[in-house]
T-cell receptor, first 114, second 111 residues
Framework: KAGVTQTPRYLIKTRGQQVTLSCSPISGHRSVSWYQQTPGQGLQFLFE???????NKGNFPGRFSGRQFSNSRSEMNVSTLELGDSALYLC?????????????FGSGTRLTVV | KQEVTQIPAALSVPEGENLVLNCSFT??????LQWFRQDPGKGLTSLLLIQSSQREQTSGRLNASLDKSSGRSTLYIAASQPGDSATYLCAVIDRGNKLVFGAGTILRVKS
C-alpha cells in the first residue's frame, strides 16, 4: 500500500516568490495535516484539512495557505517567500478524525529560500 | 497551551545497551501519544501509537508506556543497535486534533 507522497522533494526559491507543495495521502485517508520543521523551532503545526475543509490552523501568517481536493490530495502555498521560510515541510495523513488512528508522514519537501 | 518536553536531548550508548527515553507533557487532556523516529534529512517514521485509554504498546524491541495522570511517557529500547541511531520524537495529539511535538532525543549507538 502506497504511503504518503510529497512532491517535490527539494525546492530552491528566491525571496518574494511563491511556492506550492503537494501531498497525496494514503488511499482512504481523509485527514491531511501540514507541519514545518526548522532547527530553531522544531516541528510546528500549520493546518489540517478533512474532507476539503480546514479544520484547524496553527499560528502562522496568512502567507501560508492550503487546500484539499475531493480525492483528499492537499496543496500548501506560501506567498511572498522570506528567508525564514526555509524549512522541511512535512505532510501527515490519518484515516479519519485522527483521534484513534495516529498519523503517517511523508518524506517531506525541503524548501530553501535564497 | 500544551508543551512537550523530552529528556535527554542527546544520548550516546554502546551497542547492546537497554535505554529509556523520556517524554513529559503539561496538559493531560490528550487523545493519543505517538513516538516517531527521524533519520537525518528524512521524514518521520511512526514507531508506536498509544491511545489515551492504554498504558503501553510494544513493537519488537520497543516498548512505550503512558501515564496520563502524571503527564509522562517513556520509550524503552532493548538491546540497542547502531541502526537505532536517529532522532526520536514524542508527540501528543491534543484536543485541537493536532500533534504537539517535543524537541526530540538524538540517539547514537556506537558499535
Amino acid at each position: 500500500k502506497a504511503g504518503v507522497t510529497q512532491t517535490p522533494r527539494y525546492l530552491i526559491k528566491t525571496r518574494g516568490q511563491q511556492v506550492t507543495l503537494s501531498c497525496s495521502p494514503i488511499s482512504g485517508h481523509r485527514s491531511v495535516s501540514w507541519y514545518q520543521q526548522t532547527p530553531g523551532q522544531g516541528l510546528q503545526f500549520l493546518f489540517e484539512y478533512f474532507s476539503e475543509t480546514q479544520r484547524n490552523k496553527g499560528n502562522f501568517p496568512g502567507r501560508f495557505s492550503g487546500r484539499q481536493f475531493s480525492n483528499s490530495r492537499s496543496e500548501m502555498n506560501v506567498s511572498t517567500l522570506e528567508l525564514g521560510d526555509s524549512a522541511l515541510y512535512l505532510c501527515a495523513s490519518s484515516l479519519d478524525s485522527s483521534k484513534n488512528y495516529g498519523y503517517t508522514f511523508g518524506s517531506g519537501t525541503r524548501l530553501t529560500v535564497v | 497551551k500544551q508543551e512537550v518536553t523530552q529528556i535527554p536531548a542527546a544520548l550516546s550508548v554502546p551497542e547492546g545497551e537497554n535505554l529509556v527515553l523520556n517524554c513529559s507533557f503539561t496538559d493531560s487532556a490528550i487523545y493519543n501519544l505517538q513516538w516517531f523516529r527521524q533519520d537525518p534529512g528524512k521524514g518521520l517514521t511512526s514507531l508506536l501509537l498509544i491511545q489515551s485509554s492504554q498504558r503501553e504498546q510494544t513493537s519488537g524491541r520497543l516498548n512505550a508506556s503512558l501515564d496520563k495522570s502524571s503527564g509522562r511517557s517513556t520509550l524503552y529500547i532493548a538491546a540497542s543497535q547502531p541502526g537505532d541511531s536517529a532522532t526520536y520524537l514524542c508527540a501528543v495529539i491534543d484536543r485541537g486534533n493536532k500533534l504537539v511535538f517535543g524537541a526530540g532525543t538524538i540517539l547514537r549507538v556506537k558499535s
